[in-house]
């Protein structure tokens, strides 16, 4: 079971709004940590330290088809697929993963820099699970406090793009 | 057989994105969508897990017994697997061989396909075959289908921002 204190985030954003809105907002969040992750950048825009030796000689790591100057925390692409908004209350989003779930493990091994060992090294850590400052901003100026009917609008879509693209039941 | 089927009801969402879900699901789209489904399945059967059923979680692959390893050190395996490594690779025939095996508007089908250079069973009876025997490979976990779903969510985007 991995420790919610390294693979849940709160993301603190401003109080005026909806759940609707933070739904959305959370969800674009999670998009783009996916898209920078991707990129091979950390929670702060910094580039991930780069692949040991022993892993790029891997037949994993081959297998996946993945390139040593490539580092995108990328293997299944299963633990990035779950990343996902998991609660949002006034003012706060929490993102991250469900602590049970096997994704969780590797996520923690990536954040803490630990892969399995007991304890981990800074210089091996690979932290995703947040968002810059300005990302953020970014982000939060497509749901203007400032016109409301805009922001919804943007909301409504954002999520309905999610659930249209939902597998038929 | 993995498949995946786009939602159908999308009537109560706006003209604009009802527009570019009706483009994601015709047929070109949904190809594409299916080539995603084999790259994902090919990649993580070779990396030693299956999937019993659909939207189930991967689990490693049976381990293979002594005899058979031994058996396939003699053996010219494919560059993907080693001769303990339970990965559904010998000659990687099975899981080159997986494709889109049908597609249709809002729905694609992928799996193992066609004949083999040793004469022996089909692709598709081979992967029966392993299943049978405990060791599924062609369904999508829930995972893979979440990635499918951002794949799609993905075209979708593009579509709007054209």
Redesign the interface.
Known sequence: MADKKYVQKEIKIPKAYSRQERMAIGQEIVDYI?ARTADGRDKNGSRFPGYSKAYINS??F????KSKGEVNLK????ML??LDVLSTNPGKIKIGFDPGA??AGRAEGNIRGTYGQASGSSSKRRDFLGIEPKALEAILDRYPLDDRAASRERA??TL?????????E | MARFRLSKSFEQLGDQLQDALKEVRKKDNMKGLGTFMADLIRKRTRLGYGVEVTGGPRKPLDALNDKYKLLRAKLDLSSETTPGRSNLTRSGQLLDSIQVTSFKEGEVSVGPKGNRTDGGPTNEKLAEYVAEQGRPFNNLSGPEIKQVQQEAAKVVRDILEK
């Open positions: 996916r037949l994993a081959k297998v996946a088809g293997l299944s692409g299963d697929a779950v096997p994704e409504q879509e309905d793009i999610v659930e249209g693209t939902e597998e038929d």
